[in-house]
């Protein structure tokens, strides 16, 4: 079964919220009892990017992905906000309309900021969180140069699918060596149109909402996290050993996990590993 939810966002954008698997068996006629999960995908990203992550979840809880404002289908408002607090407020209403708090949240890159953010804000509402491959430190503006110069330079539009998974997993300047399931992901978030393959987001909406986390860090707010916390890096991927282990350190309750041969898309290189990483942690939250 595969359902979509609409979700209100506080200044009235729609949100998208898939759940990807039936609710638990124990718990059929009455799903809001089982324990919810709110995954959300990165930058780019969209819900479907987690279907086989909820699957697997769904034999213990209600989880759900959401389709983050500018991606997916969800709205895309064209002057935004794409703000660090409209997208932790989107999670925010989208845990309240779905009746899943208290919520373990799961995220991967911007979707793992806005998780520890929003676990610092509503304590009440958030059990613990899973931090995937997302760095707490600034990047600083030559690296939103470096997204500008990189978006520039995609060959759009993409004749055919098989040419999206071609450049995204192999002609890409950023790819160090082949790597079919990062095709794999830019396949899943393109759209035909009448001259060809296109994102279904504005690149210069991903520019805005990288912008407004890119330019600092987020220390502070990580040491404000009270609840479970598990900090996960791809051994290929951009949040480095040192980083993560001061990651771990900083979060009053943090704990780590890593899974070899993965990249930045952790869960996507490598979804058996990402599950051997996470579902310890997650058998350890039920249990409290």
Not at 6 to 14: F, N
Not at 25 to 37: L, M, N
Not at 167 to 179: I, K, T, Y
Not at 268 to 280: F, K, L, M, V
Request: net charge negative; aromatic share 8%.
């Amino acid at each position: 079964m595969v359902q979509r939810i609409d979700v209100t966002g506080p200044d009235g954008v729609r949100l998208a919220a898939w759940e990807f698997a039936d609710p638990p068996k124990e718990s059929e006629g009455d799903a809001e009892r089982a324990p919810g999960v709110l995954l959300l995908h990165g930058l780019m990203g969209r819900a479907s990017h987690w279907a086989s992550t909820v699957r697997w979840l769904s034999e213990r809880h209600r989880a759900v992905a959401l389709d983050q404002r500018g991606h997916g289908r969800s709205g895309k408002p064209a002057d935004g906000p794409y703000t660090r607090d409209a997208y932790v407020a989107d999670a925010e209403a989208a845990i309240v309309q779905l009746g899943l708090a208290p919520v373990t949240l799961v995220g991967h890159a911007m979707g793992a900021l806005t998780a520890w953010q929003l676990a610092a804000k509503r304590p009440d509402l958030v059990r613990a969180v899973i931090i995937c491959d997302m760095r707490a430190s600034a990047l600083g503006i030559a690296s939103q140069r470096e997204w500008e110069d990189w978006f520039a330079a995609w060959p759009v539009p993409f004749a055919t699918l098989a040419d999206v998974r071609k450049w995204f997993g192999e002609d890409d300047p950023w790819v160090e060596r082949p790597n079919p399931s990062r095709g794999e992901f830019f396949a899943e978030v393109m759209a035909e149109s009448a001259d060809g393959w296109r994102p279904v987001f504005s690149r210069r909406q991903m520019l805005k909402s990288r912008e407004a986390w890119v330019l600092d860090a987020h220390w502070e707010e990580l040491a404000q996290v009270q609840c479970p916390a598990l900090v996960v890096r791809g051994l290929d991927g951009e949040l480095g050993r040192a980083e993560s282990q001061e990651m771990v350190r900083v979060l009053p309750r943090g704990e780590y996990a890593e899974v070899a041969e993965a990249a930045h898309l952790v869960h996507y290189d490598q979804p058996g590993a990402w599950r051997a990483a996470i579902e310890p942690f997650l058998d350890a939250v039920l249990a409290q």
